[in-house]
């Protein structure tokens, strides 16, 4: 499974973002979609994850209430959607696919990863 991310770019603080992450094939229903970003110096972190069996989502407590993720009816492609975004939301977002079904808010238990997009805030 081959994983591409999209939609980063450079907004003020209060702006909205949309990242979508599109699988090169229809990912199985057992799999969790995850979300994660990395600022410069800083370890990966879990930002949100969907379990497409159910629709379940689970989020950071840093981004509850202010991103939103989601996905298309053909399991392809999961967005997230970033609202009222403050500058300590910079970083590299990557997408993620762990094939094991337990969602997970570890890096090292994701089993397929994105290329990653810049997402800058400014003050």
């Known amino acids: 499974v081959q994983l591409q991310a999209f939609g980063g770019g450079f907004v003020q603080a209060g702006g909205s973002l949309r990242l979508s992450c599109t699988a090169s094939?229809?990912?199985?229903?057992?799999?969790?979609m995850g979300w994660f970003r990395q600022a410069p110096g800083k370890e990966r972190q879990f930002v949100a994850a969907?379990?497409?069996?159910?629709?379940?989502?689970y989020y950071a407590d840093s981004v509850k209430g202010r991103f939103t993720i989601s996905r298309d009816n053909a399991r392809k492609t999961v967005f997230l959607q970033m609202n009222n975004l403050i500058p300590e939301d910079t970083a590299v977002y990557y997408c993620?696919?762990?094939?094991?079904?337990?969602?997970?808010?570890?890096?090292?238990?994701?089993?397929?990863w994105g290329q990653g997009t810049q997402v800058t805030v400014s003050s």
């Open positions: 993620a696919a762990d094939r094991a079904g337990v969602v997970a808010t570890s890096a090292a238990r994701y089993d397929y």
């Open positions: 094939v229809r990912t199985n229903s057992r799999f969790i």
């Open positions: 969907y379990n497409w069996n159910g629709g379940f989502t």
